[in-house]
T-cell receptor
Framework: GAVVSQHPSWVICKSGTSVKIECRSL??????MFWYRQFPKQSLMLMAT?????????EQGVEKDKFLINHASLTLSTLTVTSAHPEDSSFYIC???????????FGSGTRLTVV | GENVEQHPSTLSVQEGDSAVIKCTYS??????FPWYKQELGKGPQLIID?????GEKKDQRIAVTLNKTAKHFSLHITETQPEDSAVYFC???????????FGTGTSLTVIP
């Protein structure tokens, strides 16, 4: 079945530094990838939709200059949290869609802690 | 836009009993409804889904029902086991765009 690999699974960084999270579709080409943020005991909040070869579409309230998304190939999307602050600490999850297939696959998530 | 509500937020059942989680949605154009199971520290895993042209779907101990008129759908887990303990999310999506709108989640605890 479809597999989405997300890396790293956890990361601790200092305030002011940038962190890059990778999302890869291992056995299919993902024309669309989604990035979610999840706070403890809360639902998934869609941050942005990235389409291969074009700019990401950000949800209202998400700072595009802070959360840089790059979807340079059909198997890789990256989320870079720039100038991270403690309030950016969260669980970030990506998912990938294969063409117009309805159901898409989630990555295993990245726990970001900013100290 | 779409609004998905999910109840209950927490649910405890004895092992072997059934568990039911309910969701409602607001946008009649939504036509795909997946359910995800999320274990602590992991990403959500698709457990079952249903499309709007079907009223019920079953996969072993898990079933989902959909009432398009009332705009609600439910997850049914029978013969629950401790390993069913997790957070379950419902979601709704339209045919185009593939953007999912998630419910708020249900924390299910199965007591041995």
């Amino acid at each position: 079945g479809a597999v989405v690999s997300q890396h790293p699974s956890w990361v601790i960084c200092k305030s002011g530094t940038s962190v890059k999270i990778e999302c890869r579709s291992l056995d299919f080409q993902a024309t669309t990838m989604f990035w979610y943020r999840q706070f403890p005991k809360q639902s998934l909040m869609l941050m942005a939709t990235s389409n291969e070869g074009s700019k990401a579409t950000y949800e209202q309230g998400v700072e595009k200059d802070k959360f840089l998304i790059n979807h340079a190939s059909l198997t890789l999307s990256t989320l870079t949290v720039t100038s991270a602050h403690p309030e950016d600490s969260s669980f970030y999850i990506c998912s990938a869609a294969q063409g117009t297939v309805y159901g898409y696959t989630f990555g295993s998530g990245t726990r970001l802690t900013v100290v | 836009g779409e609004n998905v509500e999910q109840h209950p937020s927490t649910l405890s059942v004895q092992e072997g009993d059934s568990a039911v989680i309910k969701c409602t949605y607001s946008d009649s154009a939504s036509n795909y409804f997946p359910w995800y199971k999320q274990e602590l520290g992991k990403g959500p895993q698709l457990i079952i889904d249903i499309r709007s042209n079907v009223g019920e779907k079953k996969d072993q101990r898990i079933a989902v029902t959909l009432n398009k008129t009332a705009k609600h759908f439910s997850l049914h887990i029978t013969e629950t086991q401790p390993e069913d303990s997790a957070v379950y999310f419902c979601a709704a999506s339209k045919a185009t765009g593939n953007q999912f709108y998630f419910g708020t989640g249900t924390s299910l605890t199965v007591i041995p």
